[in-house]
């Protein structure tokens, strides 16, 4: 049964900075990508960073050169960096591992708990 266990949210001020981590535990297969998704009541879920286990990085727009998403491969684990934070970027962030066994099998996806960030004075 696979895991996500993510940490790290909470209030900062506009400008500020946090760092959001997620880490899988359980069966997880070789070939996967995660992924940060943030949502704010009566809004849908949006993704605001992803990366795979080879590397390969993928942001929203509206966080490019502010938000830096890495992993650790060792540990199944990646890292949201998150700097210059608004207010309306307030919102529960949520983890997602998606992976499967190899490109033509089912994709299994999985998601975290959400870790709520608050942007504000």
């Known amino acids: 049964q696979v895991q996500l266990v993510e940490s790290g949210g909470g209030l900062v001020q506009p400008g500020g900075s946090l760092r959001l981590s997620c880490a899988a535990t359980g069966t997880i297969f070789p070939d996967w990508a995660m992924g940060w998704y943030r949502q704010t009541p009566g809004k849908q879920r949006e993704l605001v960073a992803a990366i795979t286990s080879g590397g390969r990085t993928n942001y929203a727009d509206s966080v490019k050169g502010r938000f830096t998403i890495s992993r650790d491969n060792a540990k199944i684990t990646t890292y949201l960096e998150m700097n210059s934070l608004k207010p309306e970027e307030t919102a529960v962030y949520y983890c997602?591992?998606?992976?499967?066994?190899?490109?033509?099998?089912?994709?299994?996806?999985?998601w975290g708990q959400g870790t709520l960030v608050t942007v504000s004075t």
């Open positions: 997602n591992l998606n992976h499967q066994l190899s490109p033509k099998d089912r994709l299994h996806s999985h």
